[in-house]
Nanobody, 125 residues
Framework: QVQLVESGGGLAQAGGSLRLSCAAP????????MGWFRQAPGKEREFVAA????????YYADSVKGRFTISRDNAKNTVYLQMNSLKPEETALYYC??????????????????WGQGTQVTVSS
């Protein structure tokens, strides 16, 4: 069973920062494209950020552009999500996910085959 393991969630004040990490098995990290989603209580899971299939181009939801940064450390098979200027409405469970590199729609959750268990981010006002 493929395991994506997120960490780094916690409590932040509005305007603060957190960095999430997601460790993946080497085979998955090298053959799948990685992304981040989030799900707030009572809401649909939504796209946050992702890499292209080649792992070079990055994509972001409009709501996080300029504040969040997705990055990767290939030596550690780890992808990160640096979140700055956090807002209370961004309180959610944040998920790491992996999709086949050939898929076109990085923002669609049904394109992703593997998911982590999620890490809670709570932003206080």
């Amino acid at each position: 069973q493929v395991q994506l393991v997120e960490s780094g969630g916690g409590l932040a004040q509005a305007g603060g920062s957190l960095r999430l990490s997601c460790a993946a098995p080497g085979q998955i990290f090298s053959t799948y494209a990685m992304g981040w989603f989030r799900q707030a209580p009572g809401k649909e899971r939504e796209f946050v950020a992702a890499f292209s299939g080649r792992g070079i181009t990055t994509y972001y939801a409009d709501s996080v552009k300029g504040r969040f940064t997705i990055s990767r450390d290939n030596a550690k098979n780890t992808v990160y999500l640096q979140m700055n200027s956090l807002k209370p409405e961004e309180t959610a469970l944040y998920y790491c996910a992996a999709r086949p590199k050939g898929t076109r729609y990085y923002g669609r959750k049904d394109e992703y085959d593997y998911w982590g268990q999620g890490t809670q981010v709570t932003v206080s006002s």
